[in-house]
């Protein structure tokens, strides 16, 4: 029997342009569940509890909101992002062409 390992982002995670990248192609994706848990993958690569420690939040409690199944309020996501190196940045939607 062949066994399986579930596929982990976390584990490729290793630098910050990766980390940026990955996270650029979740936010595209507009699914808050699947954006929720790109943003726990980078946690969980540069390490839950340092994470934690940068936020004051609990390791549990960025483990449930970052987990997909709930939707983190605004303000932890963003704790979440600084205490990971990462900002936020607005850039202007491609126009999209109209098909002829």
């Known amino acids: 029997m062949v066994k399986i390992k579930p596929f982990d982002p976390a584990e490729y995670l290793d630098s910050p342009e990766v980390i940026a990248a990955y996270l650029t192609e979740a936010f595209e994706t507009e699914d808050v569940a699947f954006i929720s848990k790109a943003i726990g993958a980078v946690a969980r690569s540069q390490g839950m509890t340092a994470v934690s420690e940068k936020t ?29 190196g990462i900002d936020l940045i ?9 098909a002829a």
């Not at 309020?73 to 992002?81: H, R, S």
């Open 56 to 84: 004051g939040l609990s390791r549990e409690n960025l483990y449930r909101a970052l987990g997909g199944e709930a939707k983190p309020e605004f303000g932890t996501v963003i704790k979440v992002l600084h205490a990971l």
């Open 90 to 98: 607005a850039k202007p939607q491609k126009k999209k062409t109209k």
